[in-house]
Each structure stands twice: as C-alpha cells, then as structure tokens.
C-alpha cells in the first residue's frame, strides 16, 4: 500500500555578510559542460531532470521570473541525496551521514550566494510533485526565489515510493583581484557623485596594504582589520611614511558583486558616513578563501602626504 506523498523543504540559505565557512573536500572534478546539451534521451532520469526544468520554468514564467539553468555541482547534489533518502526510505534534508544541503553543494565545490532545496516523496510524476509543491506556501517561495540555477534528481526507494530532490543555487559571481578593486571604486565613486561628493582618487600604497590586508582576512577566515602581530593598516602606512590627517576602513565578505558590496556598505549608517565624507584616496583590496568567499577591505585618507 503506498503511503500519501510527503514534502519537505530548506528554506533559502542567503550567504551571511560575515560567514564563515569551512574549506571544501577535495573530489571529483564536476563536468562543467552544458547539462542540457549532456541530457541523454536513453537515461529515465536525465530526462526526468529536463522535465523537472522545464516544469520549473514554466511555472516561473507564469509568475515573471527569470529561468533558471541547470547546474552539474547542483545536479550531483541532488542525485546524492535523493538516492540516500531512497536507500533508507526517509524523507529529511539532513543525509545519513548528518549532512545538510550547504554540505553537499560545498562539497562538490559549489560557492553560492543562496540555495535552497525542495524535496518530497510519494509523487509518481513530475507534474505531481510540482503540484505539491505550488500548493505548499514555503515550497512555492524556493520554486520563485532569487535562484539562477538548479539541479535536480529522482530515486526509487525499496518501499517502492520516489524520492524527489531539488536544489536551487545563486553562484558566487568571480572575483579579480586586479579588476575588482576597481570596479569597486567605481560604483563607490558614481555613489558619491549622487550625493555630490568629490570623487575618490585610487592610491597604489592604500592599495598594496589593502590587499595585503585581504589576503590575510581570506587566509584567517576574519574580519578583523589587524595583522598576526596585531598591526592595523594605517599603522603599517605610518611606519612606511604613509602620512594623512585621517584615515577611515571598512571590512566585510559574503559578496563578490563589487557593486552589491558598495550598496551594503551604504546601507549602514557606519559605513555610509565614512564612505560618504571628505576623505580623498581609496585603496581596496579584495581575496577568496578556499570556499571562494570574498572578503574585501576599503581604505581611505584625507589629506594625504606621501
């Protein structure tokens, strides 16, 4: 006797603005070819991932958003965990192994500004499960969230039932270190100009201990704007004949949007009013943990003698 379909669901997952995350396990490497081109016509389950996005895609038209794409890291995420929910007949979000869905996307190296995740089981088609999950309020907000892509399986348990996973992702966009910064610069500069404030000149010495300073929050997993031997970036300047009347800083990571770091920035009052006064060179440093998470860091100087 089958038992009524079951749902259950992960809420989005945004990145933190001051996460910290553990490094990645070292696997396989995903095939990052085109999973559409790669769908086979003789594999059930590979067709029924391209039904799955179809179905997806269509719903969010329906509702004007964007589609989503499919993901091989997300895809193998998925086909993980549904066959471990199919080999122990239970449908959960937490793995056999304790895992969570962070877990296994990280794992097979997938760094995202969001995910979540949609699983079920009882459904026999995919039109069916979909139905259950629109007609499931938590479900139908990760069908229409702020995903770009997903990925997305389908495993028969000895009970006979099917255990439906779906992961949605938002990837980590990549950060140039040597371009970024600039980037950065620039949307803080188009900021100011909106106020009416003076442009920032970039200066190659704020930048040099801004980068310095980035690479070591990226090593140390930290926000704190010290060195090991607990030296600040102005104070290094100073020892290296960096003078200015004032000097300001703001550290963060969790975006790799130069733009989206700058809004976030000027979304706190803290940083808004240093990112907004009278200070007239910029440096900025930006580095990637081994998660891929950037972590990035401004300095400013008013009245500078070099």
Partial sequence: ??????????????????????????????????????????????????ELLAAHNRYRASEKKPPLKLEPRLIEAARAHARDMAEHNQLAHEGSDGSLTKDRVRRIGYFYQEIGENVASGQATVSAVMRSWIESEPHRENLLGDFTQMGAAVAKGSDGENYWCVDFGRPMPPVDPKTSPGELIEALNQARAAEHRTKLKPDARLASVADRFAREAAERRTLQVKDREGRTPFRILEAEGYRARRFGTTISSGEGDPRKVVARWLGEPRERGALLSNFERVGVGVATDLDGIPYWIILLAQGASR
Avoid: F, H
């Fill in 1 to 50: 006797m089958r038992s009524a379909p079951r749902l259950d669901l992960v809420v989005s997952i945004a990145l933190a603005w001051l996460i910290l995350l553990s490094p990645n396990v070292p696997g396989q490497a995903p095939d990052l070819r085109s999973p559409e081109k790669n769908v086979r016509a003789d594999d059930p389950n590979d067709l029924t991932i391209a």
